[in-house]
């Protein structure tokens, strides 16, 4: 098992620029996220997704899309890049909320400049 | 109130020495209590749960105190390898029906040889 894995790792853009975070997780669970992680700062929940092919927001969803169109498969898209999304983004998955564990995948380190 | 708020330290912890801190969380609702590690530049990993009757695997200890609203960890005979941030992370509602994990800053752990 892969567990949580997260594409690409790195990855710099200019501000305007567009891209996409893929999340991919083989452990068949219902619940997938998106957080990031600034300096001095917990996590905080981006968008999350409760079963294939639905989406919702979390705390700081501005300027972030996302999509579930496969069960192992989420995606963080950001459509038009600024600095304040400077950032490391860790994607989770846990089979359900509350009492389950989530499993993080390592981590996307992006720089907007 | 912030949702969950720790210390970020550093706690700077002499290898064989017992560490402890705690976590403040705000909602009196929060059902769910979790310790999780994290390593420098890795994503977060399960700790061990915080259940209402306390609970302790190995060197860890974790109590948690509902009146008070905190939950804490104890960590006995300190390793190098225990050296990490460690997140105090508590459940919380996002409405609809669906919950949230709210993650705090971290403490971060220095065991010195």
């Known amino acids: 098992n892969a567990g949580v894995t997260q594409t690409p790792k790195f990855r710099v853009l200019k501000t305007g620029q567009s891209m996409t975070l893929l999340c991919a997780q083989d452990m068949n669970h219902e619940y997938m996220y998106w957080y990031r992680q600034d300096p001095g700062m917990g996590l905080r929940l981006i968008h999350y997704?409760?079963?294939?092919?639905?989406?919702a927001k979390g705390e700081v969803p501005d300027g972030y899309n996302v999509s579930r169109l496969k069960k192992q498969n989420f995606l963080l898209g950001l459509e038009s890049a600024a600095p304040s999304q400077t950032s490391v983004y860790f994607c989770?998955?846990?089979?359900?909320?509350?009492?389950?564990?989530?499993?993080f995948g390592p981590g996307t380190r992006l720089t907007v400049l | 109130r912030k949702e969950v708020e720790q210390d970020p330290g550093p706690f700077n912890v002499p290898e064989g020495a017992t560490v402890a801190f705690n976590c403040t969380y705000s909602?009196?609702?929060?059902?769910?209590f979790f310790w999780y590690r994290q390593d420098c530049r890795k994503e977060p990993k399960l700790l061990m749960s915080?259940?209402?009757s306390g609970n302790e695997d190995g060197r860890f200890t974790a109590q948690l105190n509902r009146a008070s609203q905190y939950i804490s960890l104890l960590i006995r005979d300190s390793k190098l390898s225990d050296s990490a941030t460690y997140l105090c992370?508590?459940?919380?509602?996002?409405?609809?029906?669906?919950?949230?994990?709210?993650f705090g800053k971290g403490n971060q752990v220095v065991v010195i040889p």
């Open positions: 997704s409760v079963g294939e092919g639905t989406t």
């Open positions: 909602n009196s609702a929060s059902q769910s």
């Open positions: 992370v508590v459940n919380s509602l996002l409405g609809s029906g669906n919950n949230r994990l709210a």
């Open positions: 915080v259940y209402s």
């Open positions: 989770a998955s846990s089979f359900g909320q509350d009492y389950n564990e989530q499993f």
